[in-house]
């Protein structure tokens, strides 16, 4: 891997059981494990016409074709089928309904993730929030959880999100108030983040 490459596209594996060899790899970037499968994007077919005994996608978005219909769900479902059995899958995509970026290009719904995954047969789903996002996760907090959620918006949610840029004082002010339904409505907490990472297995 080179030098350049952000370490926080590989905070996923912070998460996972393991890293196997032949791991299949669609990266967010250009990051590289030694031993993982990664394929060309126009070969993404082919390479999913086989098992793999992991299967990780920091940033789903990254991989649904551009200019066709498809939905970011169905290629979830299809990238959970390619999990062999005993194996696991750890994908991170953007939340459709995030109140500060709303129906964005490859985001799916919570509940259509579970369902894919849970029809392909894997189970033991865990879910963590991704922040800032997930294409460069500095932050992985379990939803499962609350006492990490409450010391991440307590304590480190002004630490994740950058201080400048264009727009970043009105998304800022957004975000603020985000942060403050979260704290008073922990139950609602699951459909603010902006974007989540899913494991799951399928069983041996």
Known sequence: MS???DARLLNWRFVVPGE????????????????????????????????????????LAAWVPRG????????????AAAVAPGGWLCVGFGNRWYAAAPLRPG????????GAVRRAGLTGAEVYAALPDQRRAAF???????????????????????????????????????????????????HLVPAYYLVAQRPP
């Open 20 to 59: 196997p060899d032949g791991l299949l790899l669609l990266p967010a970037d250009t990051e590289t494990l030694p031993g993982a499968v990664t394929p060309e994007k126009d070969l993404l077919a082919q390479t999913l016409a086989r098992r793999y005994p992991a299967v990780a996608v920091p940033d």
């Open 107 to 114: 985001s799916t719904s919570l509940g259509a993730a579970l």
């Open 3 to 5: 030098a350049e490459v």
């Open 140 to 190: 992985l907090v379990p939803l499962a959880r609350p006492a990490e959620m409450n010391h991440m918006l307590r304590v480190l949610f002004e630490t994740s999100f950058p201080s400048s840029g264009r727009g970043a004082v009105t998304f800022r002010r957004i975000l603020s108030a985000l942060r403050r339904v979260a704290c008073a409505a922990p139950r609602a907490r699951r």
């Open 68 to 79: 066709q219909r498809i939905e970011a769900s169905r290629l979830l479902a299809t990238l």
